[in-house]
């Protein structure tokens, strides 16, 4: 079992920056694949970034490449999200995951632990 903790949502102008993070605790942290995803209201949850289990790999949806950074220290099993150039659009609660499937996968389906999530809100 692995508990995940999200911190560091906030409300920002567009064109501002958060850094989300994420805490994990319980079972050893290296094996998972480690993903962030959001959601908005009235909409379902959708992938946004994740990263292997070394940090060799990461991937990002279209919406946010080149403004998002994945990155995760498994001295301290944390995995963090530096959002820049924040646009109203990325208003949305986004969720920590984690993936013991030994592929790297964007599927919500394969992510087995997910925190309760830290809300982000951008103002035009």
């Known amino acids: 079992q692995v508990q995940l903790v999200e911190s560091g949502g906030g409300l920002v102008q567009a064109g501002g920056s958060l850094r989300l993070s994420c805490a994990a605790s319980?079972?050893?942290?290296?094996?998972?694949?480690m993903g962030w995803f959001r959601q908005a209201p009235g909409k379902e949850r959708e992938f946004v970034a994740l990263i292997s289990r070394s940090g060799g790999i990461q991937q990002y949806a279209d919406s946010v490449q080149g403004r998002f950074t994945i990155s995760r220290d498994n001295t301290k099993n944390a995995v963090y999200l530096q959002m820049n150039n924040l646009k109203p659009e990325d208003t949305a609660d986004y969720y920590c995951?984690?993936?013991?499937?030994?592929?790297?996968?964007?599927?919500?389906?394969?992510?087995?632990?997910w925190g309760l999530g830290t809300q982000v809100t951008v103002s035009s």
């Open positions: 319980g079972r050893t942290f290296n094996p998972y694949t």
């Open positions: 995951a984690a993936s013991s499937r030994t592929a790297v996968l964007r599927s919500r389906a394969a992510y087995d632990y």
